[in-house]
Nanobody, 127 residues
Framework: QAPLVESGGGSVQAGGSLRLSCAIS????????LGWFRQSPGKEREGIAT???????KYRDRVKGRFTISADNAENVLYLQMNSLILEDTAMYYC?????????????????????WGQGIQVTVSS
């Protein structure tokens, strides 16, 4: 079984909403941090939202105010609520996890800081 499994992707019109879920099957201990990344064809994978085991969050500016990251620690599920979706949000979305403490919130938006990854799920926003 994959350590992380995303669900909830799909197609939506611009201005709409989607909620991504990430089921975490590995046993990670505090402290830890979790993140959502996305990648469009021809572009690098970019971190868009992260949360640590203390509940601290960090967002990339282009999604701030539209996306919300949260975690259900009891159910081991990570969420990404995406509102006011725009065409540029079209991408493959990945969840990621790592144990320990990062060097800071900005570092948690770097793909290199994560050990565990999901297989990705497509989000397509149309006009």
């Amino acid at each position: 079984q994959a350590p992380l499994v995303e669900s909830g992707g799909g197609s939506v019109q611009a201005g709409g909403s989607l909620r991504l879920s990430c089921a975490i099957s590995i046993n990670i201990h505090r402290p830890y941090y979790l993140g959502w990344f996305r990648q469009s064809p021809g572009k690098e994978r970019e971190g868009i939202a992260t949360i640590d085991s203390d509940g601290n969050t960090k967002y990339r500016d282009r999604v701030k105010g539209r996306f919300t990251i949260s975690a259900d620690n009891a159910e081991n599920v990570l969420y990404l609520q995406m509102n006011s979706l725009i065409l540029e949000d079209t991408a493959m979305y990945y969840c990621a996890a790592n144990t320990g403490r990062s060097a800071g919130p900005l570092y948690r938006l770097l793909a290199s800081q994560y050990k565990y990854w999901g297989q990705g799920i497509q989000v397509t926003v149309s006009s």
